[in-house]
């Protein structure tokens, strides 16, 4: 094994249905970069090429034969083109640190593999989520994507910050990474439908998209779903600090 090969980060996804077949996907992916290992042999339907349905805000040049994102999707979709979105399925997910399991829909799974597809694929927009890749969640609730997103983006902050920039605080500049990703995932729905015969591929992207679009609202209501949990630790640090209390807020007993 190569030093490239070392430093990379594995994870295997295995669909297992009832019928007794399975689909497995390994996805490799650069430690450092959380980009996509690629293949050689990728294949490139028509439906992948950029003009092909192009989402309204892709920022790539005409220049660009191809979009990195469906061409990323090329196998995946192909793989579950005559499949159903409510066909069930037992999901596998395993990673060097740990195994997750659950069963449930295809829509649900093939949720959460094309979503690190779409992140890690070198499409300008998605790739503003790509560190949170390197903590993949399977199967994750709305509330816990929130809860990383914004863990996510604050962490970055604190980067800037740190480097002498003006960190945003108030996470009004996710709110748009948000928006502009919803986009997106219409437009390479758009692409999918055109790719499948049965409709799994395409609502494991409408998955997505619902939670993305609901995320600009959550944050420009100030997070009130996630603060009562917050309420004592918050607390603690005001005295660690030797703060004020702010007092009570939303939620708070």
């Known amino acids: ?47 992948t090429k950029l003009k092909y349905h192009q989402c309204e805000n892709c920022p790539l040049p005409d220049t660009e034969e191809y979009c990195p994102v469906a061409v990323n999707l090329a196998s995946l979709v192909e793989s579950f083109k005559d499949s159903i979105s409510f066909e069930r399925t037992t999901v596998t997910v395993q990673t060097k640190e740990r195994v997750f399991q659950k069963d449930t829909t295809l829509q649900k799974g093939l949720s959460a593999l094309i979503g690190i597809y779409m992140v890690t694929s070198n499409c300008p927009i998605m790739d503003r989520l790509r560190p949170m890749v390197r903590f993949h969640l399977p199967f994750a609730t709305s509330k816990e994507t929130v809860y990383r997103a914004v863990s996510m983006y604050l962490t970055a902050q604190f980067f800037i910050m740190r480097k002498g920039g003006v960190p945003d605080w108030e996470l009004k500049n996710l709110s748009e990474i948000y928006k502009a990703i919803s986009i997106v995932n219409r437009g390479v729905s758009k692409r999918i439908s055109h790719a499948s015969h049965k409709d799994a591929n395409v609502n494991a992207v409408v998955i997505l998209h619902s939670v993305g679009e609901s995320l600009p609202y959550v944050i420009e209501n100030g997070l009130n779903d996630i603060e009562p949990m917050f309420t004592q630790y918050v607390r603690q640090l005001e005295e660690l600090q030797g703060i004020a209390p702010t007092g009570n807020s939303p939620g708070m007993k």
Do not use: C
Not at 1 to 20: P, Q, T
């Open 1 to 47: 094994m190569s030093d490239k090969e070392k430093d990379r980060v594995k994870l295997i996804y295995r669909f297992d249905f009832d019928n007794g077949t399975h689909q497995d996907f390994e996805i490799e992916l650069d430690a450092d970069t959380m980009g996509l290992v690629l293949e050689s042999n990728r294949p490139h339907p028509e439906w």
